[in-house]
């Protein structure tokens, strides 16, 4: 047991057991001639001393210790590693989630860009549409003021006819009294065929006539 702890702990922290140096004494060697310290290791008697196996369970323990810590160092930096790739995927999704943003705020600006276009397109469409319909609305007061003095003109001038007509009647009247009933006949007739003016405008005509015929 002894000789299996020296050869797993003191050699593998300083050299193996079966090449430690070992060196001879005999009796009449003085003391003043050993160097202790210059010794690799000490006799075996001093091994199975108990300070020399709390050294070895010491050793031993540290020994553990280490093995421990270096299956720690292992783990952690497995666990870097794996904390490493996730970060770098997360870093990979983080910049294809901030280019998905990017073009997605790229494409709402351009939307919006569109539409201020459409928008000032339709404004300016409105405003021209609504010079034309003013435009329109002037054309169509123009209309109606020429018609309207079109139609004064009209019944001026049928006022001018009719009073000519009038007039042509009394100087058939003054001038040929005596042929008078047959003159009423055709003015009558002549009354008949006119189409501007109206019968109750004839018959008025017609009325006076016989009145002034009758008075004469």
Do not use: W
């Amino acid at each position: 047991m002894d000789s299996e702890l020296m050869h797993s702990i003191v050699g593998s922290y300083h050299k193996p057991p079966e090449r430690v140096f070992v060196p001879s004494f005999t009796q009449n060697e003085p003391s003043q001639n050993c160097h202790p310290a210059n010794l690799e290791v000490t006799s075996p008697k001093i091994l199975h001393s108990p300070n020399s196996q709390a050294l070895i369970l010491a050793l031993k323990t540290l020994q553990e210790k280490i093995h421990r810590l270096e299956l720690e160092r292992t783990q952690a930096e497995d666990n870097l590693n794996i904390l490493s790739r996730e970060a770098a995927q997360y870093k990979k999704a983080l910049e294809n989630e901030t280019n998905e943003r990017n073009l997605a705020h790229q494409e709402l600006i351009k939307q919006k860009k569109d539409i201020s276009i459409q928008l000032s397109s339709a404004q300016s469409r409105c405003t021209l549409l609504e010079k034309q319909l003013e435009y329109t609305k002037r054309m169509v007061l123009n209309v109606e003021r020429e018609k309207n003095m079109i139609l004064e003109q009209q019944v001026s001038i049928f006022s001018i006819r009719n009073d000519n007509i009038i007039l042509y009647l009394f100087e058939e009247y003054f001038n040929v009294m005596g042929k008078f009933k047959a003159k009423i006949v055709l003015l009558y007739s002549g009354l008949g065929n006119s189409k501007t003016l109206s019968k109750k405008e004839k018959f008025s005509i017609v009325e006076l006539i016989y009145i002034l015929y009758k008075d004469a």
